[in-house]
């Protein structure tokens, strides 16, 4: 991040603003939210400025800018007309340790004024860095439908018992839990109702049953990731990931879909290569079990979806026996994903009336598979983890009888712009350069619906 956000205490902010235009008049409306001291310093003033000056909260002195005015002020706008002042101001200011923007010029900016969402407490603030401000004003219009307007009552109804909550629950998981159920159930509805004095009484009998069971029981719950593109995350993914107090992720989650997690949730990395595992699948259960017993909420994030190759069967088993309870969050598989962003439909009225998956991952150097059952004309094949085992799987698909010219696609790192597909057959695939230099995830579809990537393929460029 170019600019790092911040909400500064404004309750015993100064700030001065130079010039007394339209523009200057802007920022004098935004920080007359606030409680904020405001100075403005121009030798004359435009109708809005002196109209928004009547209040107590602006003095405006009607003169050109001096030395002086900086002195005890925390921020300064700089908004004349005039780029000689603005620059001198500028660094008058940065000598004197005073955050300083030059409207309209993001150089000289030591910090810039947000998009705001403003309900009151709470606030949303976006920013582009001042790269795509008409992208921005679009999201702020598209956030602004979407909360309701009184919210602000919401927030007021939260810090109106929030030390009571404090005193009352130990701990701060705890507090977390009881919160999320308050702001996710009846209360939180009727506070948006205005029944205020119906609220209040919920919540104190809310808050009582809360004291009374202080013991809170910790939760796993196993979510597919899908295969990488975060716009492919379940709503329910995305809202179980928001409650996490611990995240368990592999190497197959992509950083974008990390990001989405909550910001202060422990992240825990257990991804396994070939060959190299961080921690075992054993320990992997042991430690999921072990957060949970600590009361805290457990997402299990996982590549595609737990129950297709993702050893999902496992991990319950071992909630089960530790009476540790779960839920399970399905996602996109790999199979899926990377054939829709291929163009390559695992079935076709002409091509393939049936779908398999198959594990390509070796074991003694080789792949213990039924062979015959796969090796069908008319049905698409699709492996995972079987890179390293490419060789392997054309020869054993080829003698059990499919034609050497049957078409072949290898698909790395699918949904994602770093995706890669490279096509060919079962007899030509493993010569080509291509090949040799993808790496995991790649997936392996075997069939005559490749033949449609050229076609169909909408995601490449």
Not at 108 to 124: A, N, Y
Request: a negative charge; hydrophobic letters at 40%.
């Amino acid at each position: 991040m170019d600019y790092f956000p911040l909400f500064l205490d404004a309750r015993s902010l100064r700030c001065l603003i130079v010039g007394a235009g339209e523009v200057a008049a802007r920022k004098l409306e935004l920080i007359m939210k606030t409680p904020a001291h405001i100075t403005v310093v121009a030798p004359w003033a435009c109708d809005t400025v002196k109209r928004l000056a009547q209040n107590e909260k602006v003095t405006l002195i009607e003169r050109e800018f001096i030395d002086s005015d900086l002195a005890d002020k925390d921020m300064v706008f700089i908004a004349t007309d005039k780029s000689e002042t603005n620059q001198a101001i500028h660094d008058l200011a940065r000598e004197q340790k005073v955050l300083v923007n030059v409207v309209d010029n993001t150089p000289l900016c030591q910090f810039i004024t947000p998009s705001i969402v403003d309900r009151s407490p709470i606030i949303i603030a976006m920013s582009s860095g001042g790269v795509a401000p008409v992208l921005l004003r679009y999201l702020r219009q598209k956030l602004e439908t979407v909360l309701p307007a009184n919210l602000s009552k919401l927030g007021a109804f939260s810090e109106k018992f929030r030390e009571k909550v404090k005193l009352t629950l130990n701990g701060v998981t705890a507090r977390r839990y009881f919160w999320e159920d308050v702001l996710d159930g009846d209360i939180a509805e009727m506070v948006e109702k205005g029944q205020d004095s119906k609220a209040d009484a919920a919540f104190e009998t809310a808050l009582t049953a809360a004291a009374e069971n202080n013991q809170v029981q910790g939760q796993v719950y196993l979510v597919g990731a899908g295969p990488g593109d975060p716009d492919l995350l379940t709503f329910r993914a995305l809202r179980l990931m928001q409650k996490a107090d611990v995240v368990v992720y592999d190497r197959l989650v992509s950083p974008q879909i990390l990001e989405l997690v909550r910001r202060d949730a422990e992240k825990i990395y257990v991804g396994k290569a070939k060959s190299n595992h961080s921690l075992p699948q054993d320990d992997i259960n042991q430690l999921m079990v072990d957060e949970a017993k600590k009361g805290n909420r457990v997402v299990r994030l996982k590549g595609g979806d737990p129950f297709i190759f993702g050893r999902g069967g496992e991990e319950i088993q071992t909630l089960i026996q530790h009476g540790i309870e779960f839920q399970v969050v399905p996602g996109i598989t790999a199979a899926n994903g990377a054939s829709s962003y291929a163009g390559i439909p695992l079935t076709h009225r002409d091509h393939a009336q049936s779908v398999v998956f198959a594990t390509g991952h070796l074991k003694d150097g080789t792949i213990d598979l039924n062979w015959q059952s796969l090796a069908h004309a008319n049905q698409t094949i699709v492996f995972y983890m079987g890179l390293t085992g490419l060789s392997i799987i054309c020869k054993k698909l080829i003698e059990n009888g499919l034609t050497a010219d049957t078409p072949i696609a290898l698909i790395q790192s699918a949904t994602t712009e770093n995706q890669v597909v490279v096509t060919g057959t079962l007899s030509d695939i493993t010569q080509n350069p291509a090949t040799s230099a993808l790496k995991p995830p790649t997936l392996i579809i075997v069939g005559t619906v490749v033949s449609l990537h050229n076609q169909l393929n909408w995601f490449g460029d």
